[in-house]
């Protein structure tokens, strides 16, 4: 019974997203205030109908109904508990309602925070928008991927999550990452709003900027986590391939860094309006393209993804209409005039420009080498691959220009930049990173590589200690460092650690495939790893056999690592890396096979500073959430003005109340 | 209705590749001979999975390459002639840096392409709507 009501919630809450698509508009275009308020209660009513089909299938999930074709195919009665509620988002149809809910809590977000905030012809768009998203959606759920399905006869235990997916980096990581994709809808729904409303001033950026720099800062976690998860349960130390997967993530990353910056010169200085349009709709379409390229089998092969042609012609035809059909009204309304505060040739908006060439270029960089071996398979040009050497070098290139303006952006004025300072802190950041360079050769840096990321990194984050220095000299107490800005300086100084994290690790890890006997030792860079051998140790759903690593460092005993390798009820294998974490280095082993004679073959790494990579990471998305807090972008209540019946389609955005500009 | 079938196992077995990465240990001669080995079949294609390299993959295809790699290398060949041989072999699929070619010529002169493009379009712009610095005024108050 439970899984039916499952289905008719998911219908329901379709009927209702087609509704919250038109009547909100219409009623904004009309000028009717009574349709305009159906916005809010559509939106909640579709989100509660949606958290309602979500629960129920969770609730399969827990109480093991194999009859459900979805949960005997993910889940299993020996799986523990926590798995079997994370399995609802382990496969195609489960993540796809993991997707709608998510879009439900930021709509409903958007009713509870902005719903009698903002003038209520541009939130009725607002809400219709995001209701034509939800249609689309929801429509591709019950037409060709239900997960409610029902399986017949129903089996007696069901097949197991992929091994791979139990652990808790499936916790986290695509909840967190569908955050990143789906929060872009608001900022593409604010556009599309102000669009279609015709709106001449842009004040509705700066209502959509908290939104974004949450929606990027859920996006960098989720890749954070997936990189993690990748480094850690793979077995294989790696923390970034370019797989199409990783890069389907990275390229909306890359649009909503370049939307951030867009957005804040549109809401301070009034330029870029066309572009930061822009962005909005492209930073949407690369969510919607990145869950579509993992989810629909197009990257196994083009061939695995005909294998399901209504799943494929739905996608390609959904993403040309919400694609196409935003770009289309972007070219009739976009604001012809170009507007904003005059500014000189060496300025801060210059900086963000060139800045926000890089990013976009980079991701069109990732888009061409993801989808050329696709594009090459399906006009038989022959089988092409694109993998790390091509991406590495053209990323690093495209980024070079982008790091070393990175630290005179915020040092600049609007409007013109003051030379003096320019050359000053060109000077002084010079000398920092020389001198961060000569300590590193000092203490052992001698490969061009190692030179390269001690530099790199000590330029981008002397730039942001320059930055927080001439704040506390020059502003007053208490206003030193707004929210905003704080934000800015944590994501940038992110940068500068992730750049040290990144080119250290790939230019100082040791990595050695070793066999070892028990009792047998090796040498990996300053460290000993002594084996003692592997032990039998069942697991709740798996039989696990561990092997005992002690490691040393000049006779000193510095921790004792237990590698697994489980073999589950399946008959799937999966290995467990031990890790040693550290600040400055990881030590890593990994268990691979009896090799006969007592001999099990093992990987060992030393792989220094490969947490900055994730630190960097995880100081960008602070970044991104410190920015919310800003008083520039609380908003008064504002009630409905007596005009709203009268004059209504303008829709004219008032102003609203001003933190500091 | 065979060839969907064998689609749907092939797509599967992908999937299990990924579970495990090769550890694999080699004889090499010293630290040098490694890193070479690492960074060559790290640039490669394991032919047989979903997306991994030589280095990495589990699969026996890859394991046996990596043996006829090791091997070449002992006999002093070098990493383009051991590429070669690869290519000739099994094309230039292998190679995770595709060879510049008539079908690879929109892949490699793509980026540069639309970096120039966009260079010039944001040039354009900025020649268009920059003053000169003298005729912007200053602006009290707090800039940020």
């Not at chain 1, 990027?216 to 976690?221: A, E, K, M, Q, Y």
């Not at chain 1, 502003?475 to 300086?489: D, I, S």
């Not at chain 2, 392409?113 to 602006?139: K, S």
Request: include cysteine; charge should be positive; glycine fraction near 10%.
């Amino acid at each position: 019974m439970n899984p039916e009501l499952g289905q008719i919630a998911l219908i329901l809450a379709l009927l209702l997203s087609g509704l919250q698509c038109v009547l909100p508009i219409v009623g904004a275009w009309r000028g009717s205030k009574p349709l305009m308020a159906t916005a809010p209660m559509l939106a909640v009513g579709q989100g509660v109908f949606v958290a309602l089909a979500f629960g129920i299938l969770m609730w399969s999930f827990w109480i093991n109904d194999f009859s459900v074709a979805y949960v005997a195919q993910n889940s299993n009665l020996d799986l523990p508990w926590f798995y079997k509620l994370s399995a609802v988002w382990g496969a195609h149809e489960g993540s796809l309602l993991l997707w709608m809910l998510i879009l439900n809590l930021w709509t409903v977000a958007l009713v509870a925070v902005l719903g009698n905030r903002l003038p209520q012809a541009f939130f009725a768009r607002v809400v219709g928008v995001l209701g034509f998203v939800a249609f689309g959606f929801l429509l591709y759920m019950i037409t060709t991927s239900n997960p409610f399905l029902r399986l017949f006869p129903v089996p007696a235990n069901g097949a197991d999550l992929n091994p791979v997916l139990q652990d808790p980096g499936l916790v986290f990581h695509p909840p967190t990452l569908y955050m990143g994709y789906v929060g872009f809808s608001v900022a593409f729904a604010f556009a599309i709003a102000a669009l279609l409303g015709g709106e001449l001033k842009s004040t509705w950026v700066r209502w959509a900027r908290p939104w974004t720099n949450v929606a990027w800062g859920f996006l960098t976690l989720g890749i954070v986590a997936g990189s993690a998860w990748a480094y850690y349960e793979l077995g294989w130390g790696g923390w970034w391939f370019w797989d199409p997967v990783e890069n389907a993530s990275f390229m909306p990353w890359l649009i909503g860094a370049a939307l951030i910056h867009a957005q804040a010169i549109t809401d301070k200085r009034d330029g870029l309006r066309a572009w930061t349009l822009l962005l909005s709709i492209f930073g949407f379409a690369f969510s919607l393209l990145g869950t579509f390229l993992v989810r629909s089998g197009l990257l196994t092969s083009v061939h695995a993804f005909a294998f399901a042609p209504s799943r494929g012609i739905f996608i390609l035809v959904y993403l040309a209409v919400v694609i196409g059909g935003s770009l289309l009204l972007y070219a009739l309304r976009a604001p012809k005039v170009t507007g904003g505060k005059s500014f000189a040739l060496a300025s801060r908006e210059t900086l963000m420009v060139i800045g926000n060439l890089m990013l976009t270029v980079a991701c069109a960089m990732v888009l061409l080498g993801t989808l050329y071996p696709l594009v090459g398979e399906a006009l038989n040009i022959g089988r092409i691959s694109v993998g790390p050497p091509y991406f590495g070098p053209l990323f690093m290139i495209l980024m070079t220009p982008l790091v070393l303006a990175l630290p005179f952006g915020p040092l600049s004025h609007w409007g013109k930049a003051d030379l003096k300072v320019w050359t000053r802190a060109l000077v002084r950041i010079v000398a920092l990173a020389v001198a961060a360079g000569i300590i590193g050769f000092v203490l052992g840096a001698r490969t061009f590589l190692e030179l390269l990321g001690i530099t790199a990194s000590v330029w981008v984050m002397a730039g942001v200690a320059m930055f927080a220095l001439k704040r506390w000299r020059e502003a007053p107490r208490g206003k030193r460092y707004p929210f905003e800005m704080l934000g800015m300086m944590l994501a940038h100084f992110g940068i500068g650690v992730f750049i040290a994290g990144a080119i250290l690790t790939r230019s100082m890890s040791v990595e050695q495939d070793v066999s070892m006997k028990p009792g047998s030792n090796v040498q990996v860079g300053s460290y000993d790893f002594h084996f003692n051998g592997v032990t039998d140790t069942p697991g709740p759903n798996y039989h696990a056999q561990q092997g005992t690593v002690i490691v040393s460092r000049n006779g000193r005993q510095v921790v004792v690592l237990h590698p697994q390798k489980r073999t589950y009820a399946g008959g799937q294998v999966q290995t467990e890396a031990a890790i040693q974490a550290g600040v400055f280095r990881d030590l890593y082993v990994s268990l691979g096979d009896p090799i006969g004679d007592d001999a099990w073959s093992l990987r060992v790494y030393d792989k220094p500073f490969v947490r900055w990579i994730w630190g960097g990471g995880v100081l960008m998305m602070l970044g991104g959430f410190a920015v919310v807090l800003d008083r520039r972008f609380r908003l008064k209540k504002v009630r409905e003005p007596e005009a709203a019946g009268t004059q209504p389609d303008t829709g004219a955005p008032r102003k609203l109340a001003e933190g500091q500009t | 209705m065979k060839r969907l079938l064998a689609i749907a196992i092939l797509a599967f077995a992908l999937t299990l590749s990924t579970a495990a990465f090769a550890i694999d240990p080699l004889p090499f001669q010293n630290t040098a001979q490694r890193d070479r080995f690492q960074h060559l079949t790290r640039e490669l294609r394991c032919m047989v999975c979903q997306d991994e390299s030589l280095l990495a993959s589990n699969a026996d295809f890859a394991k046996q390459l990596r043996r006829q790699i090791f091997d070449m290398m002992q006999q002093g060949k070098s990493d383009q002639e051991i590429k070669d041989w690869l290519v000739a072999r099994y094309s230039t699929f292998i190679l995770y840096d595709p060879p510049l070619a008539p079908s690879t010529i929109a892949l490699w002169f793509g980026t540069p392409a639309i970096l120039l493009a966009g260079g010039i379009v944001v040039a354009v712009v900025l020649r268009r709507r920059a003053r000169p610095a003298h005729a912007i005024a200053e602006e009290p108050g707090e800039d940020w």
